[in-house]
């Protein structure tokens, strides 16, 4: 099993700050990996898929880089609404192999 | 626009079972993988299970092999989750997810529904 590991566990900034999400994976997943914002009470919501490319409405504040092992999810100016819990997810091959990261809160500071 | 409404959830006795359904709309249904992914309360998120377009191809997490049954309507547009033999550990929110591709291999969960709360408990 692929794990992923996010940091860190949780985030305080402030409105219009940068906010830099890790997540790495315990093997290469190439490019087959998504970022997701759950906000509370919600569903999540899909953000970022292959690594870096945005998902259809998806604001452009919100950036994914990376490839292989190492991740980052980048929100460049913090508003509001984007406090939440984020998680990352690899999905290279077959479904049985899906795996999730154990997510990062980021609050407000 | 894609519409994904999870019903049939609620509380169940250890041991018993229980079937969630989820109507989509707003796509052509029968070209995407339909997955099943929980949360539990305060937890993070857990693939369950993924059907492909066709129906052919089933996948279960271990955790839920042997004892859940994904299957889905094309002609009705709704995706099933058959749960047998629960226990707490299966208490979740239940969300029904598009998958971006026909097949399900390495494929974007890119729309996700409300959720379906399933509570096991004597």
């Known amino acids: 099993e692929i794990v992923l590991t996010q940091s860190p566990g949780a985030l305080s900034l402030s409105p219009g700050e940068r906010a830099t999400l890790s997540c790495r994976a315990s093997q290469t997943v190439g490019s087959y990996l998504a970022w997701f914002q759950q906000r509370p009470g919600q569903a999540p919501r899909l953000l970022i898929y292959?690594?870096?490319r945005r998902a259809t409405g998806i604001p452009d504040r919100f950036s994914g880089s990376g490839s292989g092992t190492d991740f980052t999810l980048t929100i460049s100016r913090l508003e509001a609404e984007d406090f939440a819990v984020y998680y990352c997810?690899?999905?290279?091959?077959?479904?049985?192999?899906?795996?999730f990261g154990q997510g990062t809160k980021l609050e407000i500071k | 626009e894609v519409q994904l409404l999870e019903s049939g959830g609620g509380l169940v006795v250890p041991g018993g079972s229980l079937r969630l359904s989820c109507a989509a709309s707003g796509f052509t249904f029968d070209d995407h993988a339909m997955s099943w992914v929980r949360q539990a309360p305060g937890k993070g998120l857990e693939w369950v299970s993924t059907?492909?377009?066709?129906?052919?191809?089933?996948y279960y997490a271990d955790s839920v092999k042997g004892r859940v049954t994904i299957s889905r309507d094309n002609s009705r547009n709704t995706v099933y989750l058959q749960m047998h033999s629960l226990t707490g550990g299966d208490t979740a929110v239940y969300f029904c997810?598009?998958?971006?591709?026909?097949?399900?291999?390495?494929?974007?969960?890119?729309?996700w529904g409300q959720g379906s709360l399933v509570a096991v408990s004597s």
């Open positions: 997810v598009k998958g971006e591709h026909s097949s399900g291999w390495a494929s974007v969960f890119d729309h």
């Open positions: 997810q690899q999905y290279d091959g077959s479904p049985e192999k899906v795996t």
């Open positions: 059907i492909s377009s066709s129906g052919g191809s089933p």
């Open positions: 292959a690594a870096s």
